[in-house]
């Protein structure tokens, strides 16, 4: 008997009991649908914190300041690191593309009428946008004369733009923090919000040296912050270990003493995080694979109770010819129809599901969006497994079917 002809027995068969086959499907339906909503919200939260620390800067390195302590207790960050430092970092280390020193305050934007408070007011190098893969919209940057003799000059971020120019050109404009007057020379591109939901446009730019003297009011060449852009991913590990080796030096720090700064690799950060989401996904995904053990376990049963309701069939088709395997193709057919056509469905539900689910997430969160992400290989391997339940749940029942002696078939009532 070919495989056509077993099909449409096969067909014949769930029709006459549309009922019981509907519900031994749903619980694989269910299954699949579980497990692909489960690895899709994975894969997106993973695909969001990739995109998080690549709106950061491309392969960036952030050099920390060390800790005071006192008796061996830490009591805060010490002012360890230097402009000289970011200068003689990207200058000095092979791996390193470019290094900007920054240095954070706090205050009031005022243009006219209108006063804002950015989230983020940072001095900045020359090298600061390229660190951290950022264009510029409109206008331009500081230049190095514009650093050494600390002009009043910024660039200003969407949000500033729409809080205090609305739809005025700011290019040009003069705004004012602590009273000073800021020439603003550029506008950045447009980067939404981060991970956490923060708005990095909302964000203002000066040089460091302007920040260090005309607003904080020191003469000090202590930074906050060296960020550092690796010449590529491959070598961001040797541009940690220069870097370490260089303030080393600069900071004449002796072997076995520990360092007065940390050198952090956010690519490391994304990888731990990566792992984690990945792992949080294969956790979730195992948990909602019990579902399909549960659909499995019913398609079991039902083919137990069809071996049994039919085993006078059983017994004419052996009379008139059928053999034991087709009779076990016959009803292993059956079962791999039930758990693939579940898939299928099951499958097509978990795509609107966590559609569904991840429109909702980003309807409350602030600003940041979570990606939409349909695996077409978890797809395909949904239905391939799907199929391998009905294969694995259907055998006993199809096995049993095919043993029958035909005489105690015929004689069954």
């Known amino acids: 008997m070919n495989f056509f002809v077993t099909l449409r027995i096969a067909l014949r068969a769930l029709a006459r009991n549309k009922m019981r086959a509907g519900l031994t499907v749903l619980g694989v339906v269910i299954g699949i649908a579980a497990v692909t909503t489960m690895v899709s919200l994975g894969q997106s939260a993973h695909r969001l914190v990739q995109s998080q620390f690549e709106q950061l800067g491309t392969n960036v390195i952030v050099v920390f300041p060390g800790s005071r302590r006192n008796e061996g207790v830490r009591t805060g960050t010490a002012p360890t690191l230097t402009s000289k430092d970011a200068d003689a970092v990207g200058r000095e280390c092979p791996s390193v593309l470019a290094a900007t020193p920054l240095v954070g305050f706090g205050g009031q934007v005022i243009y006219g009428n209108s006063n804002f408070s950015p989230r983020e007011m940072y001095g900045v190098g020359p090298d600061y946008l390229l660190v951290r893969n950022w264009p510029l919209q409109s206008g331009g940057f500081f230049t190095e004369r514009e650093i050494n003799s600390a002009a009043k000059v910024c660039v200003i971020g969407q949000t500033l733009v729409a809080r205090l120019f609305q739809t005025a050109n700011p290019l040009g404009q003069t705004i004012r923090i602590k009273n000073i007057p800021f020439k603003v020379v550029g506008v950045l591109d447009r980067k ?222």
């Open 192 to 413: 939404g919000a981060n991970m956490v939901g923060e708005d990095q446009d909302n964000i203002i730019l000066m040089p460091y040296t302007t920040v260090r003297k005309r607003l904080a009011g020191s003469e000090f060449d202590n930074v906050n912050v060296i960020m550092v852009s690796a010449r590529s991913l491959a070598v961001a590990h040797d541009a940690e270990a220069e870097i370490r080796q260089l303030l080393s030096e600069r900071h004449r720090i002796l072997p076995g003493e520990p360092f007065d700064f940390t050198v952090q690799d956010t690519a490391e950060i994304a990888a731990i995080l990566g792992t984690v989401t990945g792992t949080l996904t294969l956790m979730l995904a195992a948990i909602a694979a019990i579902s399909l053990l549960v659909g499995g376990v019913g398609i079991m049963n039902i083919m137990l109770v069809s071996v049994t309701e039919r085993t006078r069939e059983i017994g004419i088709r052996m009379a008139v010819g059928a053999r034991s395997g087709d009779i076990l193709r016959q009803f292993l057919t059956e079962a791999v129809l039930l758990s693939s056509v579940g898939g299928v469905i099951g499958f097509a539900l978990g795509i609107a599901a966590s559609t569904g689910v991840t429109m909702l997430i980003n309807s409350f969160s602030s600003g940041t969006s979570w990606p939409i992400v349909i695996s077409i290989p978890a797809g395909i391997t949904a239905v391939v497994f799907a199929g391998a339940v009905g294969v694995f749940f259907g055998f006993y029942p199809a096995r049993r079917a095919s043993l029958l002696d035909p005489i105690d078939a015929l004689r069954y009532e």
